[in-house]
């Protein structure tokens, strides 16, 4: 059966830094969209960065905190796996951090929260 599983996660001190890593198993995923999501105590999950299947282009959310230039989603197919490095860490960055992947080249039900498949969360505490 084909799972993600995130690791990686932690509490940081606000202005540091974490990687998180999604392992893939039970089917190869080096053809799908990934991505990250994150949930926030009382708020809905949303959309956080997702790369192609080759890993050559990535997209960002425009969040209110702007993870542009702090996160980097990046990929390693012969480890099926994929990766968000998160630098310069804001209190606002606390939240469960999930793993997606989709077959949808286009990664548009991905960044729509409608993937084929999620992990089941990473959590990340970030103190100020």
């Known amino acids: 059966q084909a799972q993600l599983v995130e690791s990686g996660g932690g509490l940081a001190q606000a202005g540091g830094s974490l990687r998180l890593s999604c392992a893939a198993s039970g089917r190869t995923f080096n053809s799908y969209a990934m991505g990250w999501f994150r949930q926030a105590p009382g708020k809905e999950r949303e959309f956080v960065a997702v790369t192609d299947w080759r890993g050559g282009s990535t997209y960002y959310a425009d969040l209110a905190d702007s993870v542009k230039g702090r996160f980097t989603i990046f990929r390693e197919n012969v480890k099926n796996a994929v990766y968000l490095q998160m630098n310069s860490l804001k209190p606002e960055d606390t939240a469960v951090y999930y793993c997606?992947?989709?077959?949808?080249?286009?990664?548009?039900?991905?960044?729509?929260?409608?993937?084929?498949?999620w992990g089941q969360g990473t959590q990340v505490t970030v103190s100020s």
């Open positions: 997606a992947a989709d077959r949808d080249h286009s990664s548009v039900r991905l960044r729509n929260g409608r993937p084929e498949y």
